[in-house]
Nanobody, 125 residues
Framework: VQLQAYGGGLVHAGGSLRLSCAAS????????MGWFRQAPGKEREFVAA????????YYTDSVKGRFTISRDNAKNTVYLQMNSLKPEDTAVYYC???????????????????WGQGTQVTVSS
C-alpha cells in the first residue's frame, strides 16, 4: 500500500485546512485509516481514525469538535478537515493504513503497517 498525503500549509490561528491522503496498491475499502502528527521535539501522536466502515471514527480529545476524518472509497482517499486551528496543532501530519476489520478503528502507531510521507501544518498565532 502506498500513501500520499498532501494539503498542509501555513494558516493563521482560527483558520482551516483539509488534508488528503490518497492510497494505492490495495482495495481502499479494506483499509482502516488514521492520522497522526509529530511536532518538533515530541513523539508522534494519534489524531483521528476511521474504520474501513466509514461511520466509525475516533478522535483524540484535543481535536474533538474541530477536526473531522472522513473517507471517499470511490476516490481511494481519506481526509482530515481541520477547523479552528490553534498554534499547538503545528506539526507534520501523517496518514496511516492497515487492513481493517469491520467497524474497528486503531489508535496506536504500532497498529498501522503503512505510512505516508507526511505533510507540514503550521499555525501562526
Amino acid at each position: 500500500v502506498q500513501l500520499q498525503a498532501y494539503g498542509g500549509g501555513l494558516v493563521h490561528a482560527g483558520g482551516s485546512l483539509r488534508l488528503s491522503c490518497a492510497a494505492s496498491g490495495r482495495t481502499f475499502s479494506t483499509l482502516a485509516m488514521g492520522w497522526f502528527r509529530q511536532a518538533p521535539g515530541k513523539e508522534r501522536e494519534f489524531v483521528a481514525a476511521i474504520a474501513k466502515i466509514g461511520s466509525y471514527t475516533y478522535y483524540t480529545d484535543s481535536v474533538k469538535g474541530r477536526f473531522t476524518i472522513s473517507r471517499d472509497n470511490a476516490k481511494n482517499t481519506v481526509y482530515l478537515q481541520m477547523n479552528s486551528l490553534k498554534p499547538e496543532d503545528t506539526a507534520v501530519y501523517y496518514c496511516a493504513a492497515k487492513i481493517g476489520v469491520g467497524g474497528r478503528y486503531y489508535l496506536t502507531a504500532g497498529d498501522y503497517a503503512y505510512w505516508g510521507q507526511g505533510t507540514q501544518v503550521t499555525v501562526s498565532s
